[in-house]
């Protein structure tokens, strides 16, 4: 048992932790989304941030423990996932970069775990990122950076008014940007070296 536990923190990589946690908060962008989260309130909706990041956080690490299993099943490698998820990323990036939509979602809710944790924050794209990445990052890794990524959200579902009243909307604006153009580069990044795994 004590061998065990000390392979898994010997396979801890804080640049990995480091690199997938930016990654992921790109991809679930709570800077970006505190103008929604403000007009939910607005509309009536009762925000709790310990309610939104708690069932943030068994959604996403469900389905990394889970994702790599359901890809088994039906016979996909995490190489072509990854080529994919990062096809879909980019497209993501796109939409933070240009303001365009390019995913329509459907989904009517007015509350903390819909669409709050699901689908804005524990999504689709969180969802891809995290099954692309575990081609390049151990699993141990990536579960720290789910757990950081649930830490600042919840920074900042609890300082919402805050960073909008000291911020701003164009700061907020200019962040998002910053996050798009990081995600783009990841997307690409992801693409083009797991399509290199794949032709060979």
Not at 63 to 86: C, N, Q
Request: proline fraction near 3%.
């Amino acid at each position: 048992m004590f061998a065990y536990i000390q392979s898994i923190f010997q396979s801890l990589d804080v640049m990995q932790i480091v690199a997938a946690t930016f990654f992921l908060i790109a991809i679930i962008d709570p800077f970006g989304n505190v103008p929604v989260t403000i007009n939910m309130e607005k509309q009536g909706a009762k925000i709790n941030p310990w309610v939104v990041c708690i069932a943030s956080a068994i959604i996403l690490l469900a389905f990394l423990m889970l994702g790599e299993s359901l890809m088994k099943i039906f016979g996909i490698k995490v190489e072509y996932f990854a080529v994919a998820g990062g096809f879909i990323i980019f497209l993501m990036a796109l939409e933070m970069i240009l303001d365009i939509t390019i995913f329509k979602a459907d989904v009517e809710g007015n509350g903390n775990v819909v669409p709050l944790a699901f689908p804005m924050y524990a999504g689709p794209g969180a969802f891809t990122a995290l099954i692309a990445m575990t081609a390049e990052y151990k699993v141990i890794n990536l579960v720290m950076a789910v757990l950081v990524c649930i830490l600042i959200l919840f920074a900042v579902l609890s300082g919402t008014h805050w960073l909008m009243k000291y911020l701003g909307k164009n700061t907020l604006y200019i962040i998002r940007k910053f996050f798009g153009i990081i995600v783009l580069a990841i997307a690409c990044q992801l693409m083009f070296a797991n399509l290199a795994l794949v032709f060979k």
